[in-house]
């Protein structure tokens, strides 16, 4: 069937970001190529939740069991092979996060299903897919063109698309029946483990003043923190600041931190690195600060003052905390 599936993820009757973004791109590749949309939601006694969906996808497909009260990768894959049987979907699209890296390899291998992982552009065009990922930590971006295949399954990076509730669609729902359970293998879900509640997320965040190693020291860092609350911005860094434990680790951009998209990304003292661009490039504006004129952060902002950070902050907070 000519048709883009999503898995929706939800944890603690919450839907993932990660699932509007995955459909918002769905969406697009829909209209491009006149397939329909289709949002899979597996789950238990799960259908308001699977309702806010609607806005987003042509078709809801809600499979409601106990089993699939949590995410298990056992359930997961059994439902996921009788829906991607029964319909054969062109492309199959899962998060790529915790749940997704489990699942999408073993489906892929029980469905000899082409794989690509990780994805942060799609293009699909006469049924040929071709998908950009980053390799080496973000250092290189390789495009890589699928085989021709009926049926393609990929893995989406969180915060590559905008997450948007409402993508002018009105979905049907359907219920689909639950599969039988008698050859799972045995894992069982015992409970999540929470991380340690982090102080604030930085990937919510409208605004970030992002500092770098040009700080110089953590002495100077609530000058930027009177300069991020003077216009309601979050503090974020790059990765020296967050080993020196100047912040948080919460708080670190870049591959090895969060990916954030927020409207405005502010860089003091941050030179742009590779591996610091790969989390923060997406953002609406990106503005930077720095004493070097050739620093790559300047190659993708949009507004750049070249001078000492610890000279501009003082006179932005007075400008802004003015107003
Ligand atoms: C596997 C791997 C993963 C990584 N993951 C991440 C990651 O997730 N996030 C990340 O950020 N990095 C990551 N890195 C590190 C990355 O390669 C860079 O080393 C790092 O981003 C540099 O941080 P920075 O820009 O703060 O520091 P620097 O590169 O040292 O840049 C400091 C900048 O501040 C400027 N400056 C100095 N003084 C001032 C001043 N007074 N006013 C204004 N500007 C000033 C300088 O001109 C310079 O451009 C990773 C590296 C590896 C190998």
Redesign the pocket.
């Known amino acids: 069937m000519d048709e883009i599936m999503v898995l929706a993820e939800h944890r603690g009757g919450e839907l993932r970001d990660i699932t509007f973004e995955m459909l918002t791109m769905a969406n697009r590749l829909g209209k491009e190529n006149d397939i329909a949309v289709t949002a899979l939601f597996l789950g238990h006694e799960a259908f308001d939740l699977s309702e806010r969906l609607k806005g987003a996808c042509d078709t809801i497909l809600l499979m409601e069991d106990p089993e699939l009260a949590n995410y298990n990768a056992d359930q997961y894959l059994m439902a996921m092979e009788t829906v991607i049987k029964s319909r054969n979907p062109t492309l199959t699209l899962i998060g790529h996060t915790a749940m997704g890296m489990d699942l999408a390899p073993s489906m892929a291998a029980r469905l000899s299903l082409p794989l690509a992982t990780d994805c942060v552009e799609v293009n699909l065009a006469e049924r040929r897919l071709d998908v950009l990922r980053q390799i080496y ?2 250092k290189i971006n390789a495009r890589l063109t699928m085989k021709p295949s009926d049926q393609y399954l990929i893995t989406v990076r969180t915060g590559s698309f905008d997450a948007e509730m409402e993508q002018g669609k009105s979905a049907d729902a359907q219920t689909i029946p639950a599969p039988s359970w008698a050859d799972l293998r045995g894992r069982q879900f015992l409970g999540y483990l929470e991380a340690e509640l982090e102080d604030v997320d930085i990937a919510a965040a409208d605004i970030l003043v992002s ?6 020291k953590p002495e100077n860092i609530p000058l930027v923190q009177e300069f991020a609350d003077s216009i309601g911005a979050t503090l974020s ?5 967050a080993d020196e434990e100047w912040l948080p680790k919460s708080r ?6 969060k990916t954030v998209r927020p409207k405005i990304y502010i860089a ?9 661009q ?2 923060m490039k997406n953002a609406d504006t990106i503005i930077a ?4 004129p050739r ?1 790559p ?1 300047f190659n993708i902002a949009r507004y750049g003052i070249v ?4 000279k ?1 902050l003082p006179l932005l907070t007075e400008k802004f905390a003015k107003k």
């Open positions: 930590g973000g500092i770098g190693r040009g700080i110089g860094c790059s990765r020296p600041v670190q951009v870049g591959t090895s931190g003091f003292g941050i030179s742009g690195a590779y591996q610091h790969a989390g600060v720095n004493t070097d620093a952060i001078e000492d950070m610890l501009v």
